[in-house]
């Protein structure tokens, strides 16, 4: 009989446990939601009573921001939050799905996506710390800093509201200050947008590892942090969006400005044109190729499995079909390549040609050969055994040694046709890194190809990730390009036959192919790009045993 009482009275027990949780996480977020709109229609209904005009709109409090005049402001101090203010979109899920997804793992980025119905229910505190604990729990501090400096500022750049960043451009001191952790946006903001100070939520740590925990000092509050900042001193100016929290923080100050929600969703004169960037965004990291809405996530999550057997399927018909056949079943799967130009004639001298390509990703002399339809043999500063193994084409590993590696090449072109990289490494945005130029010296049948890419979920390179699934989340993509343009051969007195050095040849090609695709030519170097995303040089070891 007692076994019996027992037996019943559990599921009673956790029918309350399960009352009890719906009651504190929904119950009372809704309750404080519903008072937050009561309060805030309180508080809109008493301005309205005091204002003079008898219309029954809603009357802005603040005029929008793009009245404020951007002249004789380098003396004045400015003070704004980041989400739904200089950013256009006031969602942070999708950045914090960027730290999860590039920070943690592609398990730690499904539960997110997991929480988000859960989210929608939950009020502005609970669900940032929701979204804070899943997104930061275990992982190092590190790791928090290598997606903060390689991968946000892509997608904060791309999201910039102009006008916000027109005025924030046009004074000489600036404060954001925001509720979101402040290791996510402090990077950015300092390095790109120059600004003075970042106040954030501060997050809990352990040794070098996150807990998912905010700090003692709990989550930022804008106007008390304001006011802690500059005690009673006020701002001059303030930027904010019609949220009640907003209007508390730009109160504050001597001038107040709202950013109009419809006007930074829909018009394209809210979006920063790439030539207006406070700084030319040449790097970035990271896989995903997308902003990680929820709807858009969940769509990269659906299509995951799909995506991977498609790759293989792509791998094995550009390794073992015909050229002309593994283009035309390319192409029917969704890669779509573009090629203009003819292959070059034999050299009468019997030494193959050497082509000079753009570096976009490690399959551009696979798509090369693919669209001469021959044969060619590729060399590389660096590339992952796997790569080595799945490529369709013979590479031929180069030693970093200028004297060792003419002689290789030297050796591979009185074998046949050559293709060399110069600028050692790949580039994803429309820059063109310096071009070593060994290669000039090396031959005078020289032929230019111009190499881009378009990618629609997954970019195909990495500098901290694994290399070697590089030519895997670009087959993975559901929609991919390839631009292949031949420019012809060089005339021998622009090549170092003709008198020219061999740094004049590959700065007059690395022009020429700048030109064709209309990119622009930097100094920067394979060096440069990876000190700046990983930290290290980009050397990736042979560690095989040497005869």
Partial sequence: MTSTVKTMMLPMVLLKLVDWLLYQFLGNSCYRAAMKVINHGFFLKNTCIKSSSSSSHQIPLYPSV?????????????????????????????????????????????????SSPLLLVLDYELKLRV???????????????????????????ENLNFHAFEVLDSVGSKVVLTSVPRVMVEGFLKEYLSVDSVKGTELHTVGNHFTGL?????????????????????????????????????????????????????????????????????????RLAFLPTPFATLAMF??????????????????YLPYKMAIFLGTLSGVNIRIKGCAPLKSPNGKGVLYVCTHRTLLDPVFLSTSLERPLTAVTYSLSKMSEIMSP??????????????????????????????????????????????????????VPVAINTNVTMFYGTTASGLKCLDPIFFLMNPRASYSVQILGKMPKELTC????????????????????????????????????????????QDNRKKP
């Fill in 66 to 114: 793009t009245k404020c005049h951007l002249h004789g402001r380098k003396s004045k101090t400015l003070v704004c939050d980041i989400h739904g203010c200089l950013l256009r979109s006031q969602s942070f899920f999708p950045y914090f799905m960027l730290v999860a997804f590039e920070g943690g793992s592609i398990l730690r980025a499904f539960l997110l996506l997991l």
């Fill in 393 to 446: 084409i013979k590479t031929v590993r180069l030693t970093r040694k200028r004297k060792q590696d003419g002689e290789t090449m030297q050796k591979l072109l009185k074998e046949g046709d050559l293709v060399v990289c110069p600028e050692g490494t790949t580039c994803r945005e429309p820059y063109l890194l310096r071009f070593s130029s060994l290669f000039a010296e090396l031959a005078d049948e020289i």
């Fill in 302 to 319: 659906m299509w995951i499995p799909v995506g991977f057997v498609l790759a293989i399927f792509r791998l094995f018909v550009g390794i």
């Fill in 497 to 540: 036959a003709g008198g020219k050095s061999s740094h004049e040849v590959a700065n007059y090609i690395q022009r020429q192919l700048a030109h064709a695709l209309g990119f622009e030519c930097t100094t920067l170097t394979r060096r440069d790009k990876y000190m700046m995303l990983a930290g290290n040089e980009g050397v990736v």
């Fill in 131 to 157: 979204m804070i604990f899943i997104t930061f729990c275990g992982l190092r501090l590190e790791d928090i800093d290598s997606v903060s400096r390689a991968v946000l500022p892509k997608f904060y750049l």
């Fill in 214 to 286: 905010v700090s003692n000092t709990g989550l930022l509050i804008k106007h008390r942090a304001l006011k802690d900042l500059f005690g009673e001193k006020r701002p001059d100016i303030g930027i904010g969006t019609s949220s009640l929290y907003d209007h508390l923080l730009i109160s504050l100050c001597k001038e107040a400005y709202v950013i109009n929600k419809e006007d930074s969703k829909t018009s394209a004169n809210s979006v920063l044109p790439r030539e207006k960037y406070p700084k030319p965004l040449v790097f970035h990291d990271g």
